[in-house]
């Protein structure tokens, strides 16, 4: 299926090296020419439409990645068709906000990750034709109904904060006098670890932390720190405040 995308920011971009890593030709997809879809076209090669009308007359999957409350107008009578595909990666944009019948559409969210092809990305209904195009940037997350997938949209965001927690040890492993540049490695790859560790593993989640967690250990005293300070409490409230706004 030929991929069109509308909207050439940040998050498309990182699905487009991610989908271009994973050895599909630039000159196959076609961007709509605002955002940085003219660079792109110039400096890699991908084809570049005169507007988002040409891309939905020319392309069976269109993804879409605007800014949320640019989503409804950015499809609206762009003469849809039987058979194509828009693939929304706008959060909190329900299905039943974009106009773009007959064609079906499949909600996702990607991470930046996608660059890596490490993307965790959630997807709503699942659409086998486009689960191709998924896992050139990384794994599918297939959820069963939209509410689901509106909650699970707040791991994106938790994405950025675990960047922001990586940073702060990362700052504080080099402020003890440990090279900046080993500082970051170590501290990423403890984060990566860890996440494998949880996805990886059969055991409960409760289990495979309280081996680490031995009494009187490092861990332990960390942790009870870290409760002591509410910080749990504080996650879970961003966690909340992230969902009351993707829901409306």
């Given amino acids: 299926m030929k991929l069109g995308v509308i909207g050439v920011g940040h998050l498309a971009v990182s699905m487009l090296d991610g989908i271009v890593r994973a050895g599909h030709a630039p000159s196959g997809i076609l961007l ?11 400096e890699r090669g991908f084809a570049l439409a005169a507007d988002n009308a040409q891309i939905v007359a020319d392309c069976d999957l269109v993804l879409l990645a605007v800014r949320p409350n640019d989503a409804p107008d950015a499809v609206r009578g ?3 068709r039987e058979g194509q595909i828009l693939l929304s990666a706008c959060a909190g944009v329900p299905i039943a ?26 997807a709503y209904p699942d659409l086998p ?9 990384g794994s599918t997350i297939a959820l069963g109904s939209e509410d ?34 080993d500082a970051r490695q170590l501290v990423a790859r403890t984060f990566t670890a ?19 967690c031995t009494p009187g250990g490092l861990t332990r005293q960390g942790l009870d720190h870290l409760e002591a300070e509410g ?3 504080a996650w879970e409230g961003a966690c909340d405040a992230i969902l009351a706004r993707l829901r409306g």
Avoid: H
């Avoid at 106009?99 to 965790?120: D, E, F, N, V, Y």
């Avoid at 949209?153 to 700052?171: C, E, F, K, N, P």
């Avoid at 996805?199 to 081996?211: C, F, H, S, T, V």
């Fill in 32 to 42: 709509s020419p605002r955002g940085r879809g003219l660079d792109l076209a110039q």
């Fill in 78 to 80: 762009l003469g849809w």
């Fill in 97 to 122: 906000a974009l106009g773009a019948a007959p064609a079906r559409i499949m909600r996702i969210m990607p991470i930046t990750a996608s660059k890596l092809g490490a993307s965790p990305t959630l």
């Fill in 129 to 137: 034709e486009a689960r191709s195009l998924l896992e050139a940037i």
């Fill in 148 to 181: 689901a997938f509106e909650a699970a949209t707040v791991s994106a965001a938790m994405y950025g904060w675990a960047q922001a927690l990586i940073r702060t040890g990362a700052d504080w492993t080099a402020a003890q006098g440990i090279d900046a540049a």
């Fill in 194 to 212: 860890a996440g494998r560790m949880i996805a990886e593993e059969d055991a409960p989640m409760g289990d495979i932390l309280g081996q680490l």
């Fill in 231 to 233: 910080v749990p409490e």
